[in-house]
């Protein structure tokens, strides 16, 4: 199955990437933008077809690896692949 | 001749370039902050290397959108020289002055260190002090200085010649081991196509004081001075 | 006074729980009461608790700080204020200091090291010095440790990406693995700037009416108790409950640089003061007390990225990227269109006052009136019982196994965890950025010219760890007379010190006696060295499960050169030149790297530091580079004399044959004994009688060691080591151990 | 509206951060990952209610700013705010 996940900061922590994104949308003339935060999107396809199982593998990815689970938090959805 | 070097917020070796262009024009350039949109006449343009706007999002992505760019990209269509270095290459890719793009070198990590470069051209007003096959060295500093274009794009440039320097070993060898970031065939800097705009990653700026241990790179400002006179 | 403040603390009632939570002992709650001659509301325990941290109170190291020798001639500005500064002639001054970010960097290796990165550079631009170097001085656990590869790569990539987005070069640093380290990195971080004389900025808010601005980044909930934090032994349950960590924005941080020195460049300021550990709280109170004045905020102008912050939030917050500042009356409008340019935040937030009491307002209520004198003079002061480490007896040089061949033995020294190159970790730093780094990372101390002059300032980070364990005052003595060493090995004249001093639970009397000793060889040191302590920072509670570091002050120098044309590196230069040894020479064994490698053993007393010989040989050393007699110059230090020779032959990719050692000393204890006080130097065969000659006449050992040339390293007898060989070896070990994460 | 955008490297350009993830995923025992991919995503406020016209705003910013087309393919959801 595939993985897509995405790894987004936790609210209150600092994100300065978004805030500068933010910074430059303005300056771009999309005035009306707020909120902007950055994360990271990572696909990941993993041979098991059961989604329970498949889902435990993903989420021990993201502890143990892919997010820094002190500052950031993760999400994912499963595709058959 | 006058020369002005582009100020983005996060620009770190702005003073570097200036440094360097004083010591060959015999007076200081202008220093030009990216939210003017004037920009005074100038022979030459620099874009310096740094982290403009951090390097958030993409490498010179938001600088690229700098009030200061349009009018750079007005006077480098009309044959203003306009030299990036570092992240200066990178503005200028994003700006569309340059095909491709730079991506984060394969090693995934920041490299720092002096590097051979083997000149591929000496027919540009940036080139004419060095030999055609000459190898130089100039030092790199960045994490995302791996060029990339789609083979097309690739073929053109060659066909075109306007591939600038290429990483190469000691004999001029253009080797996969000597590529340190993993660019598509060992590109290090690129023209466009009427020579007149150069985007390179390594820093000529860097070694053209003898007290820093070379100066290959005084040549390519010194064949500036001579090209505009 | 503080009717207001009173009656909100009747509101939230102080438990003994809370106090403890606030890492206040019940003794400091009564001299808090007492000061205060009230209950505190919970604000003004939030106040109190950081800064009576050890953090920011310094309470158990305190009475030992002050023996250290921290006036010269040259010093303009010893401990106490931002960093340090020290006058370098012709009208500029050096402006250093080291600080460490070890917890956070073990939570979050990137980060951490990163914020530590911003936060002593903010230490230095807050005087008004442009950063023109950082060195970073970090230790690691085990190699074979499960962390250890995923905090190398975090803490080098944190500390590289900060500094390089800034523009300050990184030049140096020192590397040790060790397995006390396993669950307590250490990562301290060193600042250099450049700064003119007579425009050297300071805390002090002297002057009643002004106001109070705040500049930087907004003020979110980061690291609330993060100075606590630092100041309290982990435990795994820490780990669980894992503080928020700052997240460093060096982007802005280079705005904030740019925009305070143009700011200062005006008639405008009159104190600066970063906000670092424990926020805009420990930033006020040293600005007002420093003043001699009171200080009223009021925190609804305080500029935040989060919504519904309470005062004790705001106060205690550590937000990156963030200056106090009291500015003359009127220039506000100065400094506004300054930050406005560099898009970043301004705000007026309050005014100094005359009551001598730190006001704080917030939502239209008063949350805090503290006389200042409770926060800054009455703060705990202790003398913790300590004991002495008892000394270990020196191992002669024949009771040590000898390889099966000297040059057999270097081969793996030299590919060591302790002794390999560490270019993997310095071609991650920028350290050519602003093209004055004269003496690049590889050699003893890099050296960055003085922008615009003939000038250089040489820099060396030192400790040798397991010398401090076995013996914490002599191993800092030696820590101290490296860094001499390092600096005169490039022919700088030593100016001055930072430390930073990495220590276990001072709690524990034996901690403590560890902490007594390495200050009082420290100042042992520094007094017979003229090498006086300008700054520094104390860590202490790094251990876990009460398994505590190896004591390890690591000592940051800095060196004057009068013209980079005079200095010299460790590069061999020239086929047919001679290389001789300075320096007196007992083949010590004892705790050295040849034991730690080939043996697997750490045993004995560290090899002693003779100060006087050390100022002898290091003077003699000195005039001979002054003096053009000698070409290459490097300390002998980690490994002993043959680790040096080879050091020195890879750096200029040259060969050396070698004669014999002396025979008075076992072989293996001449080439691989660390004895201190020495240095490896070439000569034109023109030259070597002076040197001779100068030897005995400043009463300094010479010894010819061999001829420089051709492409491998021979001695008489034993089978010729090629360069290439011991390249492969040297350069092999960090990149290989890195690739297989 | 709230976008939720993802930016992914267009298929067959080279993901260096992608396959180091990967490799380090194996080594951490996930042996039967694979193509791993690396990306951004980026979450961005508008103020504007019309689901078209959040699109099209949308899409300018990913087209002058957010990826960089040469290399970068984007795609969006929006949620009402
Ligand atoms: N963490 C680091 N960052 C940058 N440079 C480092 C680091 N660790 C070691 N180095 C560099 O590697 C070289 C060797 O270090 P070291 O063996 O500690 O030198 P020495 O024995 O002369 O004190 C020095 O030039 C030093 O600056
Ligand atoms: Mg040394």
Redesign the pocket.
């Known amino acids: 199955m595939k993985a897509r996940i995405t790894i987004t900061l936790k609210p209150g922590v600092l994100d300065p990437q978004g805030k500068a994104i933010e910074g430059a949308l303005h300056a771009l003339g999309f005035g009306s933008v707020d909120g902007v935060r950055q994360g990271k999107y990572i696909e990941v396809e993993v041979a098991e077809s059961d989604p329970a199982r498949a889902s435990a593998e993903i989420e021990r990815m993201c502890e143990q690896l892919l997010a820094n689970t002190i500052i950031e938090n993760y999400a994912y959805e499963l595709d058959a692949a | 001749m006058k020369a002005s070097v582009i100020v983005f917020p996060g620009s770190n070796c702005d003073r570097d370039a200036a440094v360097v262009l004083k010591s060959v024009m015999g007076h200081a350039p202008a220093m030009v902050w990216h939210g003017d949109s004037e920009l005074p006449k100038s022979d030459l343009i620099v874009l310096p290397g740094g982290f403009s706007y951090g390097d958030y999002l993409r490498s010179g992505a938001m600088a690229a959108h700098s009030p200061v760019m349009r009018e750079v990209v007005s006077r480098a269509r009309a044959g203003t020289p306009v030299l990036g270095i570092c992240n200066g290459f990178q503005v200028l890719t994003e700006a569309g002055l340059l095909p491709g793009v730079l991506m984060r070198n394969a090693t995934l990590r920041f490299i720092c260190k002096d590097v051979l470069l083997k000149v591929e051209r000496n027919d540009t007003g940036f080139a004419r002090h060095y030999q055609e096959g000459e190898v130089v060295r100039f030092p790199v500093a960045n994490k995302d200085g791996s060029y990339f274009a789609d083979d097309a794009t690739l073929d053109r440039l060659e066909g075109e010649n306007r591939v600038a320097f290429r990483y190469c070993d000691a004999s001029g060898a253009v080797t996969a081991d000597a590529n340190t970031n993993g660019s598509c065939r060992n590109i290090a800097g690129i023209y466009n196509k009427t020579g007149t705009v150069l985007g390179l990653m390594p820093h000529p700026e860097r070694l053209a004081d003898a007290a820093l241990s070379g100066t290959d790179g005084t040549k390519m400002f010194a064949s500036l001075v001579e090209a505009i006179h | 006074m503080s009717g207001a403040a009173g009656a909100a603390q009747k509101a939230e009632a102080i438990s003994d729980e809370l106090v403890a939570e606030h890492g206040i002992s019940p003794d400091e709650y009564a001299v808090l009461l007492k000061e205060l001659g009230r209950e505190p509301t919970i604000t003004e325990l939030g106040i109190f608790s950081v800064m009576w941290s050890e953090h920011c109170s310094y309470k158990s190291s305190r009475v030992w700080l002050k023996t250290l020798p921290t006036t010269g001639p040259h010093v303009i500005f010893g401990p106490g204020e931002n960093a340090g500064v020290v006058d370098l002639g012709d009208g500029l001054a050096a402006v250093f200091k080291m600080e460490s970010h070890n917890h956070p960097s073990y939570i979050e290796p990137y980060q951490g090291a990163g914020t530590g990165v911003g936060g002593i550079m903010r230490d230095v631009f807050t005087m008004g010095a442009r950063p023109v170097a950082n060195?970073?001085?970090?230790r690691f656990g085990a190699p074979e440790h499960a962390k250890t590869r995923h905090l190398v790569a975090g803490v080098v990539s944190g500390i590289g990406d900060y500094g390089n987005c800034m523009g300050v070069p990184?030049v140096?640093?020192?590397?040790n693995f060790d397995a006390r380290y396993n669950e307590n990195i250490l990562v301290n971080a060193m600042c250099v700037g450049l700064i003119d004389a007579n425009r050297i900025f300071t805390s002090a808010a002297k002057g009643v009416g002004l106001p109070v601005v705040y500049v930087g980044s907004k003020t979110g909930r980061d690291g609330i108790h993060g100075a606590t934090m630092a100041s309290a032994e982990f435990d795994e349950a820490s780990e669980e409950k894992r503080p928020t960590v700052q997240v460093g924005d060096p982007f802005t941080e280079k705005l904030l640089l740019e925009a305070c020195l143009e700011l200062m460049a005006e008639d405008a300021i009159v104190g600066i003061q970063d906000m670092g550990a424990a926020g805009l709280t420990s930033s006020s109170v040293e600005m007002a007390d420093k003043g001699g004045v009171g200080l009223m905020l009021d925190l609804d102008h305080v500029p935040t990225r989060e919504t519904a912050m309470t005062a004790y939030e705001m106060l205690l917050s550590e937000s990156q990227e963030r200056m106090l500042m009291v500015l003359k009356p009127g220039v506000e409008p100065i400094a506004e269109r300054i930050f406005t340019k560099w898009e970043l935040d301004f705000a007026v937030i309050g005014k100094t006052t005359d009551t001598g009491h730190l006001v704080v307002r917030h939502g239209g209520e008063e949350k805090a009136d503290i006389p200042l004198a409770a926060l800054a003079h009455a703060a705990p002061m202790y003398e913790r019982p300590w004991v002495p480490k008892p000394k270990q007896e020196t191992i002669a040089p024949s009771d040590v196994p000898a390889p099966d061949s000297i040059l057999g033995a270097l081969e793996p020294l030299m590919g060591s965890p302790h002794?390999s190159s560490?270019r993997w970790?310095?071609e991650q730093?920028d350290h050519m950025v602003m093209n004055d780094t004269v003496q690049r990372?590889?050699?003893?101390a890099?050296v960055v010219r003085v922008h615009g002059t003939e000038k250089g300032l040489a820099i060396?980070c030192?400790v040798t760890p397991r010398y401090c364990s076995a013996d914490p005052h002599e191993g800092a003595k030696q820590a101290v007379a490296?860094c001499w060493r390092?600096l005169t090995a490039t022919g700088a004249k030593p100016l001055a010190i930072t430390d930073c001093l990495n220590f276990g639970n001072p709690e524990r009397p034996e901690i403590m006696g560890e902490f007594v000793g390495a200050v009082q060889g420290m100042a042992e040191a520094c007094n017979a060295l003229d090498f006086p302590v300008v700054s520094g920072n104390v860590s202490l509670y790094n251990e876990t499960n009460g398994v505590g570091i190896p004591p390890t002050p690591a000592v940051g120098g800095i060196g004057l050169i009068d013209n980079i044309d005079d200095m010299t590196g460790i590069a061999l230069k020239s086929d047919g030149d001679f290389l001789l040894m300075l320096g007196e020479q007992t083949g010590h064994l004892g705790q050295s790297t040849y034991m730690q490698v080939m043996l697997d053993r750490l045993e004995g007393a560290p090899p002693p530091v003779d100060l006087n010989a050390e100022q002898r040989t290091g003077d003699l050393v000195r005039t001979l580079i002054n003096d053009g007699a000698v070409l290459a110059v490097h300390?002998v230090?980690?490994g002993g004399l043959l680790v040096a020779v080879a050091e020195m032959a890879l750096a200029g990719g040259k060969g050396v044959a070698l004669e014999a050692g002396p025979d008075n000393i076992p072989a293996h204890a001449a080439w691989f004994g660390e004895d201190q006080g020495r240095y490896v130097v070439a000569v034109s065969p023109g030259k070597a009688e002076a040197v001779f000659r100068a030897g005995a006449d400043a009463n300094v050992p010479v010894g010819a060691l061999g001829t420089i040339g051709g492409d491998t390293i021979t001695l008489p007898g034993e089978d010729a080591l090629p360069l290439a060989t011991l390249r492969a070896a040297h350069e092999a070990w960090l990149p290989d151990f890195m690739a297989q994460g």
């Open positions: 060195m970073n001085a970090l990184t140096g640093g020192e590397t002794l560490r970790i310095y730093y990372p590889g050699g003893d890099a060396s030192d490296e390092n300390d230090s980690d």
